[in-house]
């Protein structure tokens, strides 16, 4: 049979049995208050990183978006100075070949005289198209007799052949009309102005 325990066998016993009644009590104050609010912990903390990838990536699509909007725009710029320096060539050359048709009454344009006798308005401008690479080139030719204050042509009456005109050439491209604007690249058109003598070579 067994024996009775001692007082100091016992007194570990009981020192043994409250340990093991403090284990559970020790781990949660060793490793967290509760595994499961561990778990919910570590769930919020990645849903904050998602979140946080996603104001990431909308910041960059931001930036992107501005800096495509800025390229299209130095581009426009780009495009629209390149048309209009070929449209000051372009306008120069065209007067300078309508004024050599004229000079020589060649074409079915006005004669010289005919030129020089009648202003433009009321006359019918000077019209017509050139085309230069892929862009279509509109241009109209205004041209009145220079007069002094007195009203008289300068350089004299029409029996001298010396008088003076002067040619206002406007160019335009890619709108029907130049006083329209294409959106995004405001007013596409120049102006050319040049004074004539009836004397002139060409």
């Not at 509760?34 to 904050?48: A, E, W």
């Not at 041209?143 to 029996?159: L, M, R, W």
């Not at 709108?175 to 050319?192: C, H, M, Q, V, W």
């Amino acid at each position: 049979c067994s024996q009775p325990l001692t007082r100091q066998q016992k007194s570990k016993t009981n020192q043994i049995n409250s340990l093991l009644r403090d284990i559970p009590t020790l781990l949660r104050g060793r490793h967290g208050a509760d595994p499961s609010r561990n778990l919910v912990k570590m769930s919020r903390s990645k849903g904050f990183s998602l979140a946080e990838t996603i104001v990431a990536l909308g910041i960059l699509a931001g930036v992107f978006l501005v800096a495509a909007a800025l390229l299209t725009s130095l581009l426009r710029g780009t495009q629209k100075e390149s048309d209009r320096a070929a449209g000051l060539i372009l306008a120069d050359q065209i007067l300078n070949e309508r004024l050599s048709d004229i000079f020589h009454n060649i074409g079915s344009g006005p004669t010289k005289t005919n030129f020089f006798a009648n202003d433009s308005p009321p006359a019918a401008p000077l019209e017509g198209t050139v085309r230069l690479n892929q862009t279509l080139f509109t241009y109209r030719i205004e041209h009145v007799t220079v007069t002094d204050s007195a009203g008289a042509p300068v350089g004299g009456p029409a029996s001298l052949n010396n008088r003076v005109k002067k040619l206002n050439i406007v160019v335009w491209w890619w709108n029907e009309k130049p006083g329209e604007a294409r959106s995004g690249y405001g007013y596409l058109r120049t102006d050319l102005t040049r004074l004539v003598n009836e004397n002139s070579k060409f």
